[in-house]
């Protein structure tokens, strides 16, 4: 072979290695483009995205969930407000901006189940992502969503308890696995569910909440929910305010709470006041008053009277059977030290000048049938056409008696009495009742302040 033809066969060579790089070249450019488009494109043009890329993870699992259409879920069984839960979940690993794509709502107008051909396309794009992301927790809950509507439930649990194990963050499959632990009485998981619920997504309480209720109703596994309660996660408020709404026995939150009296993370005032509400509302005043009482502090029981905290040296709680203020607009309502007494405290009304919106000061008291005196003192200084009253006033009745009206200049202490009989009938709890006595706007131009101190309600022994 000549030079010039070993020169040109050397060529020849080097052109199809620079061929092939350049080709290999724009395949990689092209599997890189493709790619990184795909995964862009997933969350909200999923179709877009397997056309790039027909395998992407993402998109064929936000496809899936958008045909599957979550509004039956896992068809719990009868837990109460379970049943009707409305799941909205996030799968792992997804943005903020797949949360619109993947959420549930309730809807009675949605079929029972899936059309066989939906349903396949529905288990097919969910496999093809668990073939190319195998770890894929969503992919795997879908699946065990579509053993459900085919009653397979014992696939349906496998599935789910591998979603589970996956990711805690999967709510539907974290869910459904609480339910199955309900159901089989297997209380410790369930609990241990529930918890991982309540901390990972706090807006399901209303659907939670229940589980752990009737787990507490069951004495012998109580003790479960207490310990957790104890370790004070951040759902224990929550819990308390929507506890009372899910029992079956109104005085099964009391004896729950006189159970975690005794633990490492004993009720507060603030955790009663709910479940002390509830029990108002629904005039069961007798146990709305047991219940204040069990839980006030020694020191306040035993000052605890026929009206409590007369003398304004407790601050008040926010609960009906202690002072419950109420602003309004115009007026500064407010417990204040006692000007001419060391360490004691009085009840200040400062009202700016004009028109003003006052609410209300009141208590609920649980007077029993008889006669009483309301007696107190006020000093202070109001200008306007009308002035403030005490009143009495059965809860859901008509008023009992009123103060005389206070209005005027009273530099010094003057003290207000009056007396009044409580019904035998319809009358089991009394509102008292500090109001603004106008009739009209006009009535309400009121300026000046006005403090109250020593108040007290006694039964009259022999009333005339």
Known sequence: ???????????????????????????????????????????????????????????????????????????????????????SAQPSGSSEKSKSDSSTTQDSSHPAVLAPARASEVRAWATSSLMNKPLNPWALRILAQLEAIDNDTSAASKLLNAAVRLSLHESIAVYGTMLAAAKANDYKTATYYADVLLRTRPELDKYVVPILTKIVEDKTSSGLVEAVLDKNPPWRKRFFEVFPYSVEDARTPLDFFLQLRTGAMPPTSGDITPYVWFLVRRKLYDLAYYTWLQFLPAEELREAGLLFNGNFDVVPSGLPFDWLINQGSGVTVEVVPKPDSNGKHALLLDFAYGRVEYQSVRQLVMLTPG???????????????????????????PTLEESPMIIGMTPSWKEIAFTFTVPAQDCRAQYVKLDLDARMASEQLISGSMMFDELQISRVANPS
């Not at 092209?30 to 795909?38: G, N």
């Not at 007696?375 to 059965?394: D, E, S, V």
């Open 1 to 87: 072979m000549t030079l010039r033809s070993q020169h040109m066969h050397s060529r020849a060579r080097g052109m199809v290695r620079t061929a092939v790089l350049f080709m290999f070249a724009i395949f990689l450019a092209w599997l890189v483009i493709t790619q990184s488009f795909a995964a862009y494109f997933a969350e909200f043009a999923p179709e877009t995205a397997l056309w790039l890329q027909p395998t992407q993870p993402l998109a064929l699992d936000l496809l899936a969930e958008r045909t599957l259409d979550l509004r039956r879920d896992l068809h719990p069984p009868s837990q109460g407000a379970a049943d009707q839960m409305s799941v």
């Open 371 to 397: 006669t009483y005196e309301f007696k107190g003192q006020y000093k202070g200084q109001l200008l306007g056409p009308r002035g403030l009253k005490w009143r009495i006033a059965c809860e859901s009745g």
